[in-house]
């Protein structure tokens, strides 16, 4: 009787044994695909690139697992986050912004992605592709696009009530031309057209003559190449007061009255002071160009150039 219940203690030892292993062997397993599971999440590989868990649940918010998993392929830069956020990201753009951010430290992040959204990071007149002249009153002309020497839209000399002698602009804008420049005088500015269409033979000659006068960089700087001047378009005018020389343009009554309601007539202006390097274009206070005017309340609501708008809502 004493060795049978020897016997059955030994076994309940052993049974014991058995099941505390199996335990360990279990939780081991349980660990180890807990592990397995924890290693395979965006928290844990990004962790271990060196980001935080707020920054994680910005890259899973707004980025696709593809594009996850290709962040994941590339070194920690805190500055993945700005980007990231940013409302007019790219993430296909991404190697061009921090190419773009390194050569241009002072550019902050809006900068940076409006300059590289819109090719501006790349050099003037590189990669030039002909305007989509089927966008109308939107196409784009600047100096990646261009139009060919050919190109002439339909046109109607302004009066001399609202222009300086012989100045054309295409039909499309005339109304709403005459609107702004009626609506000026309402509010005891005379404003005239000094600038309207342009031939793409006028402009190769003024283009010619600036570039003999000074050089070829100056004159890209200030003047358009050939089929890449808004002016042939039509859409494009300058608007000035009357007979008069303002010295500090950007504060006179004229210029902040043009910035205030031009918007509403379908008018942006298109060489903003502080956006070169976004139209490659010197600013110039007077100078404006026709959107139509749903594009040009968002242009201005939004504060873009024209070249962002037509890369985000045209193209």
Not at 157 to 180: C, P, Q
Request: proline share 1%; charged share 30%.
């Amino acid at each position: 009787m004493t060795v049978k219940k020897l016997n059955i203690k030994k076994l309940a030892i052993a049974v014991g044994i058995i099941l505390l292993i199996i335990l360990l062997v279990l939780f081991t397993i349980k660990k180890y695909m807990d592990d397995k599971k924890e290693k395979a999440t965006y928290e844990y590989k990004f962790a271990q690139l060196g980001y935080t868990s707020d920054d994680v649940l910005v890259f899973k918010e707004i980025l696709t697992d593809e594009q996850l998993n290709a962040l994941l392929g590339k070194e920690y830069d805190e500055s993945y986050v700005d980007f990231i956020q940013s409302e007019y990201f790219d993430f296909d753009k991404l190697d061009r912004y921090l190419s773009y951010s390194s050569d241009n430290k002072d550019a902050d992040v809006s900068k940076v992605i409006a300059v590289v959204n819109v090719g501006a990071d790349k050099d003037w007149y590189e990669d030039v592709i002909e305007t989509d002249t089927s966008k109308g009153n939107l196409m784009l002309v600047n100096k990646f696009n261009g139009l060919t020497a050919d190109y002439e839209p339909e046109l109607v000399l302004v009066s001399s009530t609202y222009a300086y002698a012989n100045k054309y602009v295409s039909t499309s804008i005339y109304d709403d031309l005459i609107g702004l420049l009626e609506a000026a005088r309402a509010s005891g500015f005379t404003l005239v057209v000094s600038q309207g269409y342009r031939s793409y033979a006028d402009q190769e000659e003024t283009y010619n003559n600036y570039k003999s006068s000074y050089s070829t960089s100056e004159a890209d700087e200030f003047v358009a190449r050939p089929g890449h001047s808004e002016y042939q378009t039509g859409l494009g005018v300058d608007i000035e007061p009357y007979d008069q020389n303002v010295e500090d343009v950007s504060q006179s009554p004229e210029h902040k009255w043009l910035i205030s309601n031009a918007y509403k007539y379908g008018f942006i202006l298109r060489y903003e002071e502080g956006k070169e390097d976004i139209t490659g274009f010197d600013s110039n206070n007077w100078r404006f160009r026709y959107v139509g005017r749903n594009a040009a309340l968002q242009i201005h609501d939004k504060d873009l150039t024209f070249d962002e708008y037509y890369e985000y809502y045209v193209k």
